[in-house]
């Protein structure tokens, strides 16, 4: 454990090779947060809306998924700088994006979700170079696990509240997705999907929201391992360190009692998980520019 302050929603653990600093979110709290690998030197940075998902854009720079639609987000002085891009959803009651993630050719892919967690609303979204999006999937309850394998050609996709995962085919050059089939069925499994990631072997790592543990899926949807964790509320894992080989965990009390809070070693931690034998790839930047 790296940082004990007891997050509502923590999401998007990021380590920045370039800066050697890893940074989260408290999504509920509206709170973008940075720190050393060993948890010192915290910095906190309040913003005015939900934030639902960050991916790298520069020093000190993301690009975001907020609760009012696609921003960059610049926390290189002392207050948070907010530019917005645009709401794809801006005609829809009751939604918000959430789980996000940048693609090795610096696109930015996130999804929405339904406020009270109930309805399949959501969509999947593709944010281009050229800062025009795409909607990709539809009829999602609460999107997350996006990933993409190391040779670019699948993403990962968890619609977490139907507990199922699925895999697309990913076209590199034009980020045009295809042939969805399911991956994992976490109904089989204490959680469900969360935020995720994948190593350099192919494995899929997820965070099992409700089931106190990271799963690590082979390609084909084959648990190989759970690596238990002291809160029953993980939310997502990435790879960081120096040699990419510390999986980083966010955790979560939202849904927790007092009672639960208490009677947890580590409620809403942020878990630092060495040794496990397995590398990541460094998290890539959003890409501004014309559209490929």
């Not at 610049?74 to 530019?83: L, P, V």
């Not at 409700?210 to 509320?233: H, I, N, Q």
């Not at 979560?252 to 809403?268: C, D, H, N, Y």
Request: hydrophobic share 35%.
């Amino acid at each position: 454990m790296i940082d004990s302050n007891s997050a509502r929603l923590g999401e998007c653990p990021l380590w920045d090779p370039e800066g050697e600093r890893l940074y989260y979110i408290d999504s509920l709290e509206r709170k973008i947060v940075e720190l050393r690998q060993d948890g010192s030197d915290r910095l906190v940075w309040t913003l005015p809306v939900v934030v639902g998902s960050i991916g790298l854009a520069g020093q000190h720079r993301f690009i975001a998924g907020l609760e009012n639609g696609f921003a960059f987000v610049d926390i290189s002085g002392d207050e948070a700088k907010i530019e917005p891009i645009g709401d794809p959803e801006a005609d829809m009651a009751g939604t918000r994006l959430n789980d996000g993630k940048v693609d090795r050719s610096g696109r930015y892919w996130c999804g929405s979700m339904s406020g009270d967690r109930s309805m399949p609303v959501g969509s999947l979204y593709r944010l281009d170079h050229d800062l025009t999006w795409s909607r990709v999937d539809t009829g999602i309850t609460v999107s997350n696990g996006i990933a993409f394998s190391p040779d670019s050609s699948r993403l990962y996709f968890s619609d977490s509240r139907m507990d199922r995962s699925f895999q697309y085919d990913l076209d590199v050059a034009s980020g045009a997705l295809s042939k969805r089939r399911s991956f994992v069925e976490t109904s089989a499994y204490e959680g469900r999907i969360d935020g995720a990631t994948v190593d350099t072997q192919g494995n899929y790592w997820g965070a099992l929201f409700e089931g106190g543990a990271v799963g690590c899926f082979s390609p084909e949807g084959r648990l190989l391992r759970k690596v238990p964790l002291p809160t029953r509320y993980p939310t997502m894992c990435s790879f960081g360190g120096s040699d990419l080989d510390i999986l980083f965990v966010t955790s979560a009390t939202f849904l927790m009692s007092k009672e639960e809070i208490i009677g947890e070693s580590a409620p809403g931690a942020l878990f630092a998980i060495s040794g496990l034998g397995a590398r990541g790839f460094a998290e890539p930047y959003f890409k501004v520019g014309k559209k490929e």
